[in-house]
C-alpha cells in the first residue's frame, strides 16, 4: 500500500509514468522550461551530441534496477564529462522520480538513485583534464605492450571517437587496404560495409546500435549516440596498429567484432564492456606513469575525445597543424550547428564532406593528424 492509502491512481502512472511525471511537473507544478529540459535530459532523452545515457536509455528500470545499476549510471555520467555538479543534480532528479512512485506502491519498490545520490561523494569543484602533449601520449602508446590495448588507444585517440563507438567496432566496418587483412576477411567470408567498400583506409561509425539493442545478432552492451554515420580516416600509423592487433587477434564468428576477449571460447565473444577503461585509462596508465588516481585531474576514455578536438582546433593545444572545426564536427558525429562565413551553410559543408569524402576529408586528416611515432 502506498504513503497515501489503497487509492486507485491513473492508469497512466502505471503504464506510462515518465510521460505522466512529466506532466504533472510542468503543469501542477509549473516548473521553468529550463528545469523541464533538465528532467528530460535526465530521466528520458540525453542530448543526441552527448557521450551519456539517459536513465531510461541506459537502464530496463521498470524491470528490475540494483545499487549497482545506479552506480553504473554515475559512473557513465562522469565518463561522459558532465561536471559534478550535473551528476548530483541528475541523480537528485531519478531519485525524487522513483520516490514519486515509491510514494505511490507503482511500478518500482526501490530506489537505488536515492541511495548513490546520498553516499556518492560529489566533488563541487570541477575537476580539469590532464594536460598531455602528443609526445607523451606517443610514449604513452609506446608503453603498452599489448597489442590490443595499444591499437585501441591509438584508436581513440586518433578519431575522437566514443568508447561505444570503438567497441561496436565490427570487421565491415573497418577497410585496411593490405593483403593480410583482405585474405582475413575472405577466410572467413566477410564482405566490406558498402558504405567504405571503395574507400581503402578507412572506419565507418554507423549511428546504430542504441544501448541493449540487438544489432546484428548481438545484444550491444554499450550504445553509439553519433547524430550521423561517419566514415573517418585511417591515417598508417593507426593502420599499422590494427594490423598488429589482428595479426594475433583470436578467430571470430559472426558478427565478428573487432576487439574480442582472449580468453573467451575461441575468441567469439566481444571484449568486457569496460576492458578499455579498466586498461587503457587504469592500470596501464598508472603502470607507465602517465596517470596517477591520486591526482586532482580527470583522465577517462572521454579524454581521448577532448584531447583529439583539442589539438585539433587552430590555436589550441599543443599540436600545431589544424583542421577546419566543421571538419572536426563531421569526425566527431556532431550535430552541426555552425554557420560558415564564406556563403556556405555549415549543412551544405557537411554534405560536400560526404560527398567529396577523398579531397575534403581524407587528405586534410593525413595532413595535419598528429604523429606519436610508435612504430619509428
Request: contains cysteine; aromatic residues 12%; charged residues 30%.
Amino acid at each position: 500500500m502506498s504513503d497515501y492509502g489503497d487509492l486507485n491512481f491513473d492508469d497512466e502512472w502505471r503504464d506510462e509514468p515518465l510521460k505522466k511525471y512529466l506532466r504533472k511537473k510542468k503543469k501542477r507544478d509549473n516548473i521553468t522550461d529550463t528545469r523541464f529540459d533538465d528532467l528530460r535530459r535526465a530521466l528520458i532523452k540525453a542530448p543526441e551530441n552527448s557521450d551519456y545515457q539517459s536513465w531510461d536509455e541506459f537502464l530496463d528500470w521498470q524491470n528490475g534496477q540494483t545499487i549497482d545499476d545506479a552506480w553504473a549510471f554515475l559512473d557513465q555520467m562522469r565518463e561522459a564529462g558532465l561536471s559534478e555538479n550535473t551528476c548530483r543534480e541528475y541523480m537528485a532528479i531519478i531519485s525524487t522520480f522513483l520516490s514519486s512512485l515509491l510514494e505511490k506502491g507503482i511500478v518500482v519498490d526501490s530506489n537505488p538513485a536515492k541511495y548513490v545520490h546520498d553516499e556518492a561523494n560529489f566533488d563541487p569543484e570541477e575537476k580539469n583534464w590532464i594536460d598531455r602533449t602528443p609526445n607523451e601520449v606517443g610514449e604513452y602508446l609506446s608503453s603498452i605492450g599489448d597489442p590490443l590495448f595499444q591499437s585501441a588507444g591509438t584508436v581513440f585517440v586518433k578519431t575522437g571517437i566514443r568508447q561505444g563507438e570503438n567497441y561496436n567496432i565490427d570487421l565491415p566496418y573497418l577497410h585496411i587496404d593490405h593483403p593480410s587483412y583482405y585474405a582475413l576477411l575472405e577466410k572467413h567470408d566477410v564482405a566490406i560495409h558498402e558504405k567504405i567498400a571503395d574507400r581503402p583506409d578507412s572506419l565507418f561509425i554507423p549511428s546504430e546500435p542504441t544501448i541493449g539493442e540487438e544489432y546484428r545478432g548481438e545484444k550491444r552492451l554499450l550504445g553509439n549516440k553519433r547524430v550521423r554515420p561517419t566514415i573517418l580516416p585511417l591515417d598508417e600509423e593507426t593502420k599499422h596498429s590494427l594490423l598488429n592487433w589482428l595479426a594475433v587477434r583470436p578467430i571470430t564468428e559472426y558478427p565478428h567484432p573487432l576487439w574480442t576477449g582472449k580468453k573467451s571460447y575461441q575468441g567469439r565473444e566481444r571484449i568486457g564492456k569496460n576492458a578499455f577503461k579498466r586498461r587503457i585509462t587504469g592500470d596501464l596508465a598508472e603502470k607507465h606513469g602517465f596517470y596517477s588516481a591520486d591526482s586532482n585531474k580527470k583522465f577517462t576514455l572521454h579524454w581521448f575525445r577532448h584531447f583529439f578536438t583539442t589539438n585539433m582546433k587552430p590555436g589550441f593545444g599543443h599540436h600545431d597543424q589544424h583542421m577546419d572545426p566543421i571538419m572536426i564536427k563531421y569526425l566527431r558525429g556532431d550535430k552541426n550547428t555552425s554557420s560558415r562565413s564564406d556563403n556556405q551553410s555549415g549543412a551544405d559543408i557537411m554534405e560536400v564532406y560526404t560527398h567529396d569524402w577523398g579531397d575534403q576529408i581524407r587528405q586534410p586528416y593525413l595532413q595535419n593528424i598528429y604523429q606519436f611515432g610508435i612504430y619509428d
